[in-house]
Structures are given as structure tokens and as C-alpha cells.
């Protein structure tokens, strides 16, 4: 918990977590709890066109600089962003704290793709993504590799690793074993995308229906391209293989956590997934590849399988080590179970409450 002596201090910027549609809104919304006084203004909201997203931006903007008018005790901008608009619209919002209301000011970065997002950017916007990085007091990253990255690249100091963080945990014995069914439930949620990979997934369902039919049967949850998603299981007759389940929160979110085997997120390219750490903290293992933070939480053969991003072959072996072998359901769930007690609040919290009050 930060305590209200140093949370009256901080103003915290970031997507909506009400109703949120992605992972930074999800971190900001089991962190609003941990806060003994908990002063934030959202900054974006996912509505479908980009002229609401921009006016929605420039009422939040007034109202930060409202805020940061009429509440003296405000003396730290805590900024969550990532890459694309949600950078640029931080670089004003950083700007605005740092230059005409003389504030300090914490840059959160969630992204796993800061350096693809760096590298094909044109000089200008290079510039710019340098100039915001180097502009505030102190960095928070969700990896080592993002906070090697941003040390070794644009030579920042005072970066600080904190892991994203979960609040609930399963009460899982150690050493269950899982053979209650034939089949196995497997369970993806996210942006349904290409770079999450989903679609290599029902790839791998389409070629191998034969082999997997009745073994497995796949749970989609997430927005995104949902048209596409609908329009491959319906071209490659996948019915019985992966079911689209909508975007899921509360109850049902939690229904299909609880009644998944397996939970699968064969992304390109990630940070620290909220969504592996959300079934970690379900004693689910995972299937995952090896990208950004994600090795972080996910052991080869300890709670998970690890493979490379578009590997088909290897996606199918890491389905069938399951199918096959039960028992290692158990096993790798309670083992995930475990490692994600080091993501609550008890770890994290005082983390973050040590940087505040250094900037303090």
C-alpha cells in the first residue's frame, strides 16, 4: 500500500482501467487499490475513431492541467505510456508537468516493441520518442530487457525494473494432476492481431484437425480483428476446435480462466503480458514464445512451454506434450501458481513506493 503521505503526491496518467480494452489499463486498475489516495485522470479511452480519441485527449489534457493548478500537493507525474499515439500524447502530457508546472516525472513504460517502434520511425519521431525518454526524472520498465534497452540505447539513468502486477491467486496444491477429461481447454486472451499471434494458432488447429479433433478445443477472448478470427474458423470448419467467446471481463473472464488447461500467447513481440501473469495467477501453465519479458515468467518445462514466434512445428509439439501427458498440466500450473505470488502487491507496492519517494 503507498501510504497517504506519499500518494497525495502523485498524479498518475494513463489509459482508462474502467472497462479497460488492453494491458496498461489493466495494471492501473489492480494498482487504484494500493493507493491510499489515488489521484488519476485517464488519457485515452478506445473509441473507434480517431477524431473522438483526439477530443477525448484534449478535455483530459485541461483537466490535468486543472489538476495540477488546484492541488498543491501534487509534486510527481506518474506516466503511463507505450508506443505510437499513447507516447506522443505522454510527451505533451510530460511537457505540460514538467515545464510550466515545474513537477517531477515518472515515464512507465508498458511496450514490448519500443525498439521496432524506435527503428522504423522516421528522424523526426526518433527525435522526438529520444527527447520524451530523456526528458523525465525516472523510468519504470516491466523487463530487464526493455530496461537494458533503454540504458544502452538512449543512455537513461535512474531506470528502475518493476514487474506488473496481479492481486489474485489460486489455492493450488502442489503436484495435482489434471486427467479429468479427454479433452484439453486451451485459452487465449488479448487483441486479437497478428502479432499476437493468434492466427498462427488456428493455423496450427487448421492443418492438424485431424490429430487434435476432440483433443483440444480452443477459447478466444479479445477484440480486435474479430471478423477475420470468425471468418477462418468458419472457412477451415474450426467449430469444434476454437470458439470466439467475445471480450471477456469479470464473471465470465473468470469462468474461462477457471476452466482453462492450458493458456496460450504466441506473440511477436511483448513486454511483461498481463494476460500470462492473470493465468499464472490461475495456476494455468502457458505456452509462449520467447520475446521481450515474457521468458521472465515463463520456465521451459517448469511452468510452460517457450517456443519462437511463427514456429508452426514447434506451437503443435507444445499443444501435444499436454494432450499427451496430462500430468504435466498439473505440475506446470502449480509451478506458475507459485512463481506469481513474486507479482502481488506485497512485492510490488513498496517497489513503487521507494522510487516516489526518492523523487520526493
Known amino acids: 500500500m503507498i501510504p497517504r503521505s506519499v500518494a497525495k503526491h502523485v498524479l498518475l496518467i494513463g ?21 491510499e489516495v489515488f489521484n488519476f485522470i485517464p488519457s485515452f479511452k478506445p473509441y473507434k475513431n480517431n477524431l473522438s480519441k483526439s477530443l477525448y485527449f484534449i478535455r483530459q489534457f485541461i483537466r490535468i492541467s486543472i489538476q495540477l493548478t488546484m492541488n498543491r500537493d501534487i509534486r ?37 516493441n519500443l525498439e521496432r517502434f524506435y527503428d522504423g520511425s522516421r528522424p523526426l519521431g526518433k527525435k522526438l520518442i529520444r527527447y520524451f525518454l530523456r526528458l523525465n526524472d525516472a523510468t519504470i520498465t516491466v523487463s530487464d530487457s526493455l530496461k537494458d534497452y533503454c540504458e544502452r540505447v538512449f543512455q537513461l539513468r535512474s531506470v528502475y525494473k518493476i514487474n506488473n502486477m496481479v492481486s489474485f491467486f489460486a489455492n493450488y496444491p502442489t503436484g495435482v494432476t489434471i486427467d479429468k477429461k479427454d479433452r484439453v481447454n486451451l485459452l487465449y486472451l488479448g487483441l486479437i492481431d497478428k502479432h499476437k499471434g493468434i492466427f498462427d494458432l488456428l493455423t496450427v488447429l487448421a492443418e492438424n484437425k485431424t490429430l487434435l479433433a476432440g483433443k483440444v478445443k480452443l477459447f478466444v477472448g479479445g477484440n480486435g480483428q474479430v471478423a477475420r478470427l470468425q471468418e477462418i474458423i468458419a472457412t477451415y470448419h474450426l467449430e469444434g476446435l476454437a470458439e470466439y467467446a467475445g471480450w471477456v471481463t469479470g464473471a465470465r473472464k473468470h469462468q474461462l480462466l477457471e476452466t482453462a488447461d492450458v493458456f496460450v500467447l504466441p506473440s511477436y513481440y511483448e513486454g511483461i503480458p498481463m494476460a500470462i501473469l492473470e493465468a499464472m495467477s490461475y495456476a494455468k501453465p502457458v505456452i509462449a514464445t520467447r520475446v521481450g519479458g515474457i521468458p521472465e515468467l515463463v520456465q521451459q518445462d517448469i511452468n510452460g512451454y517457450l517456443i519462437t514466434p511463427g514456429d508452426h512445428p514447434a506451437l503443435l509439439e507444445a499443444l501435444m506434450c499436454y494432450v499427451n ?23 510490488i507496492m513498496p517497489q513503487l513506493a521507494a522510487i516516489y519517494t526518492t523523487l520526493l
Open 15 to 35: 489509459p482508462d482501467h474502467k472497462d479497460h480494452r488492453g494491458g496498461i489499463g489493466a495494471v492501473i486498475g489492480n494498482h487504484k487499490d494500493q493507493y
Open 76 to 112: 510527481i507525474v506518474h506516466i503511463h505510456s507505450s508506443k505510437g499515439g499513447s507516447l506522443y500524447r505522454k510527451l505533451l502530457v510530460a511537457c505540460l508537468a514538467k515545464f510550466i508546472f515545474r513537477k517531477k516525472t515518472i515515464n512507465h513504460i508498458h511496450t514490448g
Open 325 to 347: 501427458d496430462r500430468s504435466t498440466i498439473g505440475r506446470h500450473g502449480a509451478c506458475s501458481a507459485g512463481m506469481a505470488k513474486n507479482y502481488g502487491p506485497e512485492k
